[in-house]
């Protein structure tokens, strides 16, 4: 019987979860509200300024959000003018979203805050233990989605 509990506080899942929910939570809070942006939308955004324009399927790879869901976050950030989109040069049906002047503009003023949060989280840790534990955490991600694949599910 003793196979049949399972110890929250040392699984793996669980601490995962619990840790980004905190860190979403206060940064969405402390620092996006006030722009009326959520985390998805930050997301986005960041993956846009770290990587350029992105076709929209790509970027929901790129940011783990569902299609239809990113098309709606990519049609309220296109309202706010902070994206822009325009049809791919290789194919009609294809849309690609960018950053627009106002986007980059307030991710650059966001990115040292996102910073600020991830060094608070981390406090106490050494760089090289918290390089380590990004590099876990990648890998795990990486196992996750071939186990996915493997099984015929999609993943975003």
Known sequence: MRDAKLDLDDYLPYLVNRVGVIIAEQFGAETLAPHGLSIAMWRVMAVLSSAGAQRQVDLAGLTSIDVSTLSRIVTRLT?????????????????????????SALVAELVPRARAI????????????????????RQIFGNMKSRAEASGRRII
Not at 85 to 100: D, G, I, K, P
């Open 118 to 137: 991830e060094a608070d989280a981390a406090a106490g840790l050494a760089p090289e233990d918290l390089a380590v534990m990004k590099r876990c955490l």
């Open 79 to 103: 309202q706010l003018r902070l994206l822009a989109r325009s049809r791919s040069a290789s194919s009609n049906r294809e849309v690609t979203v960018t950053l627009s002047t106002a986007g």
